[in-house]
T-cell receptor, first 113, second 116 residues
């Protein structure tokens, strides 16, 4: 699996957009970018994923650069409940090795009142 | 409510005992997974299952046994618990997409297992 690089921590003011970057310079053509988050003592929560195009759902937006070497997760209006560790994961859509999600250290996002 | 539930939420047992962690999902997802989470290691895959009666090893399968007689259930058994198996265990499920792929994994809230 391609590896990802994320900043270890970020702060965001409540009500502002949180922009979480991720580098995945060795991503392959059939690999998706997934974002999960983990709030203390809970299971990881799926947020969004994409292959090439930008994606948006009720939780967040995912912006993937044209060369696919990096991406940004955007939480449009951060709330205190968005304080969590955010994981950027690259995973093949099918085939050998695609079944495991490799969680790195992630980015600890702190939303400040 | 639909979702994925794990039981028990907390368990304390002694070395050498057998313990079974339960996982139940109501989405009829084809794939199910067991992970453990330890400080300094992140989440590591123990076993996964692509369908009922089909299971395969993940990254750290030693000391664990799984079964999947029904699509909705995927129990994890520690046949003879050791202190190194003290951890938080997460179950996840995922729908099948296309002929060989699968979609996002959705996780339960975990079982915190302590082995004394």
């Amino acid at each position: 699996d391609a590896k990802t690089t994320q900043p270890p921590s970020m702060d965001c003011a409540e009500g502002r957009a949180a922009n979480l970057p991720c580098n995945h310079s060795t991503i392959s053509g059939n690999e998706y970018v997934y974002w999960y988050r983990q709030i203390h003592s809970q299971g990881p929560q799926y947020i969004i994923h994409g292959l090439k195009n930008n994606e948006t759902n009720e939780m967040a937006s995912l912006i993937i650069t044209e060369d696919r070497k990096s991406s940004t997760l955007i939480l449009p209006h951060a709330t205190l409940r968005d304080t969590a560790v955010y994981y950027c994961i690259v995973r093949a859509g099918s085939g050998a090795g695609s079944y495991q999600l490799t969680f790195g250290k992630g980015t600890k996002l702190s939303v400040i009142p | 409510d639909a979702g994925i539930t794990q039981s028990p939420r907390y368990k304390i047992t002694e070395t050498g005992r057998q313990v079974t962690l339960m996982c139940h999902q109501t989405w009829s997802h084809s794939y199910m997974f067991w992970y453990r989470q330890d400080l300094g290691h992140g989440l590591r895959l123990i076993y996964y299952s692509a369908a009922a009666d089909i299971t395969d090893k993940g990254e750290v399968p030693d000391g664990y046994v799984v079964s999947r007689s029904k699509t909705e259930n995927f129990p994890l058994t520690l046949e003879s618990a050791t202190r190194s198996q003290t951890s938080v265990y997460f179950c996840a499920s995922s729908p099948r997409t296309g002929s060989t792929g699968f979609g996002p994994q959705h996780f339960g809230d975990g079982t915190r297992l302590s082995i004394l």
